[in-house]
């Protein structure tokens, strides 16, 4: 069971960000990183909310689908990769710590769902209040707090500046969005699909994000202009 709660929060934060600004339907195929093991499957996206092909998951994850008549059976094995890259027995190395690599993998979902939730409403044409927006960004700053306390290692201090600047960008993005609807200027977002996606701010974010997402599964510290 750990292992494939382990093996769930890492496909959260894999697909973080995909999506953000897309489409109604749009179906590409990606890399996933699931317990260590990389591969690639189809992605479907949907109204905001991202679906993965079952079978390539149980590929990717060395386990098994089976199909038993109206149940769908899908084991996630251990495998040859533990369910948590080892926690950092050297404080200058660049290992992540356990728990900062669970709060940040928290973290990153909050702020997939505080942008995913924004941009579906503004795509759509849906009424943004700043009650629900402000609730989303102060759930993300709760977990960015969470992953702050987290931190021990030199390795999860320079996480945590990555995350940190990932949050800022998404913030200044949201506030950005939320005075455009304000003064009814998101007609051209829902006009075309890919206008909220190709502007400069949200393609940082996206990039940053898919960069943030294997750098976090490979339990090891990286840096990217991306995320600066």
């Known amino acids: 069971m750990r292992d494939n709660l382990w093996a769930t929060s890492l496909i959260c934060f894999v697909l973080l960000f995909e999506g953000v600004t897309l489409p109604q339907v749009q179906q590409q195929s990606r890399t996933l990183v699931i317990n260590g093991q990389v591969g690639e499957a189809v992605v479907v996206q949907l109204n905001g909310r991202t679906y993965v092909e079952m079978e390539a998951l149980a590929r990717i994850a060395n386990g098994s689908l089976g199909f038993q008549g109206d149940q769908i059976l899908l084991t996630l094995r251990s495998g040859s990769t533990p369910a948590t890259p080892p926690a950092s027995s050297n404080p200058g190395d660049s290992a992540f710590s356990r728990d900062f690599m669970t709060a940040a993998i928290e973290q990153m979902a909050q702020m997939r769902e505080w942008a995913s939730t924004l941009a579906n409403?503004?795509?759509?044409?849906?009424?943004?209040?700043?009650?629900?927006?402000?609730?989303?960004?102060?759930?993300?700053?709760h977990s960015l707090r969470l992953a702050t306390v987290a931190a021990s290692t030199e390795a999860d201090r320079k996480g945590l500046q990555l995350l940190n600047n990932e949050f800022e960008a998404v913030r200044k993005w949201s506030n950005k969005l939320v005075e455009a609807r304000k003064s009814m200027d998101t007609a051209k977002y829902a006009m075309s699909a890919s206008a909220l996606q190709d502007e400069p701010l949200s393609?940082?974010?996206?990039?940053?994000?898919?960069?943030?997402?294997?750098?976090?599964?490979?339990?090891?510290?990286?840096?990217?202009?991306?995320c600066h």
Not at 124 to 140: C, F, I, K, L, T
Not at 205 to 216: D, H, K, N, V
């Open 121 to 141: 409403a503004i795509q759509n044409g849906y009424p943004v209040a700043d009650n629900w927006v402000n609730d989303y960004r102060e759930q993300a700053a």
């Open 203 to 226: 393609q940082k974010i996206i990039t940053c994000g898919r960069f943030l997402a294997p750098m976090l599964a490979s339990g090891n510290f990286q840096d990217d202009p991306s």
